[in-house]
């Protein structure tokens, strides 16, 4: 059960009306990383977890305060709306300032929401539940999850550098002290995962089945060989259950590859070269 508090948890007041920064703001709202995504996929994640209570009660209560992240950011974008988009249009055309607010805005913002925030991104592209990542796998699940806090502060921080509003500022250092948490968050419960289940995912899968002659060798396959000084390519595994080998001219166990011709009535080209099995 949802239950809808009308207070706001943090302020989302604008100084003034701005039309470009309504339209940037979407980006925190419905892009790749923006709060819909994030919201959606602890909640997901949230709703499938088994016999995990702790982990179950702590997704739901961070997807759910996204929700209320959502609310305020979308608050915040009708406000920057406010007294923008039909009277201001027609002044732009004679004060150089206002046009240049104007000229970067969403006409959707005007046309299909009525000076409201869309479910979509900064260039108009709709929010899309692919963008979610809900495995079943909760050590899966919390690194992406630490993926996605990463990049949504990164975002809210390149956008507090765009503005002088104060308002947005504030709205937006609320957004970045979250996310600061919740990389916190996500990094303490992935090594308590870790602890228990070890670095590789899944961990219930047999380590005989996999050729573990080559799943510690890293492959140069670039020109140069910079890559070779990483700590991935040299020593022991950080899983603990091997010794890491760079390989620096990895060779082919296989031979050219030989299709056979497809039936006539695909109608695909006839070959022209018979290529033999190395």
Known sequence: MFYHVKELQFEAKPDRPDALMAKKLQELIGGQYGEMSVA????????????????????????TEEIGHIEMLATMVARLL??????????????PAIGAIMSGMN?????????GARPSDSVGNPWMGSYIISSGNLLADFRANLNAESQGRLQAVRLFEMTDDRGVKDL???????????????AAAIAELEEKEG?????????????????????????????KTGRWA??????????????????????????KPAPLKTHNTLPSVSLGEE
Not at 82 to 95: N, R, T, Y
Not at 172 to 186: G, M
Not at 202 to 215: G, H, L, Q, W, Y
Request: hydrophobic share 35%.
């Open 107 to 115: 006409p959707q913002h005007a046309i299909v929401s009525g000076l």
């Open 234 to 259: 040299s020593g022991p595994s950080l899983d603990g259950e091997g010794k890491y080998r760079y390989i620096k001219q990895p060779m082919p166990e296989a031979g050219i590859p030989v299709l």
């Open 82 to 95: 406010d007294d923008c988009p039909i009277e201001e249009q027609e002044a732009a055309v004679k004060d």
């Open 40 to 63: 959606m996929q602890y909640l997901f994640q949230g709703w499938s977890v088994r016999g995990n209570d702790k982990y179950k009660d702590l997704l739901l209560d961070i997807g």
């Open 199 to 227: 670095l590789l995912v899944p961990s219930t899968f047999p380590r005989e089945k996999e050729r573990m002659d080559i799943a510690y060798d890293f492959y140069n396959f670039s020109e140069g060989e910079a890559s």
């Open 172 to 186: 937006l250092s609320v957004l970045i002290a979250r996310d600061a948490y919740h990389q916190n968050q996500w």
